[in-house]
């Protein structure tokens, strides 16, 4: 569904992204992992078209993606759930969901507000509270429910588990996975590669710009080196 082929990012003259080459197949959880800076935000932005790419190329279903705005991008089929999930703070739970469907010309808006509201109860109790007094989790839950409003055929997810306590980590990971079940195909920046990995079938490894591993979840979590680097533990 998605190709990302040869794809090099510059900040000025910071080479972030040094020819990352990847695929997510129609239908899958991909993870895309690695540490601080390696390059994995850059990654999303390039596909969501914050950034433009120097070289490479991106493919959604082969449709060139290279030099399209981000709201093309979007009405295109792919949404975005932001690092540190930003949402829009001074409007209501309510008009963010709406503000996720403004791409779109349908008339199914309505359906897709009880759908988000079925994954996430708790942000159906508090339709009208405003974003910005919402906890840590039920602005992450806010920022995939917004994003699912565009009614994408592929979710861009940048460390949903970012800051959040272990339970909660556990019900957005299981959200994500029934979001997927229902028809999503979904790229998952993660540093947190156990979970990650627990619900992905392929995983990329980001390290300083460039992919260093790539198998599939399980070959993933066998691997040594992504054990002992990525999932914190001692191998001996
Ligand atoms: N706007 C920018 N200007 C200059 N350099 C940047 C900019 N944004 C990111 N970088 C650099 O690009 C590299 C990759 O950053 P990126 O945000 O993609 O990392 P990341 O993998 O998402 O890290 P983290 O896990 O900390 O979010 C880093 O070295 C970072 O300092
Ligand atoms: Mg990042």
Do not use: C
Not at 18 to 43: C, E, Q, W
Request: charged residues 20%; glycine residues 10%.
């Amino acid at each position: 569904m998605l190709e990302v082929k040869d794809l090099h990012i510059y900040y000025g003259q910071i080479h972030a992204l040094k020819g990352i080459s990847f695929a997510v197949a129609k239908g899958a959880i991909v993870a895309l992992l690695g540490n601080n800076g390696a390059g994995k935000t850059t990654t999303l932005k390039a596909i969501s078209g914050v950034l433009q790419p120097r070289e490479g190329i991106i493919r959604l279903e082969g449709q060139v993606l290279n030099g399209l705005p981000p709201h093309r991008i979007v009405s295109l089929g792919i949404a975005t759930v932001p690092e540190g999930r930003r949402v829009f703070q001074r409007l209501t739970v309510l008009d963010n969901l709406e503000m996720g469907a403004y791409a779109r010309r349908d008339g199914e808006i309505a359906e897709d507000m009880e759908r988000v509201f079925a994954l996430f109860p708790r942000l159906k109790e508090r339709r009208k509270q405003v974003a910005g007094t919402l906890s840590g989790g039920e602005q992450q839950m806010l920022a995939i429910g917004r994003a699912l409003m565009a009614r994408p055929r592929l979710l861009l997810l940048d460390e949903p588990s970012m800051g959040l306590g272990p339970m909660l980590v556990e019900q957005i990971f299981e959200t994500i996975r029934d979001i997927n079940q229902q028809g999503t195909t979904i790229l998952l920046i993660e540093q947190n590669a156990a979970m990650a990995l627990s619900i992905a079938q392929r995983g990329y490894v980001l390290e300083t710009g460039r992919i260093v591993i790539q198998d599939t979840a399980q070959n993933l979590q066998q691997d040594e080196t992504v054990r002992k680097l990525y999932l914190g533990e001692e191998v001996t």
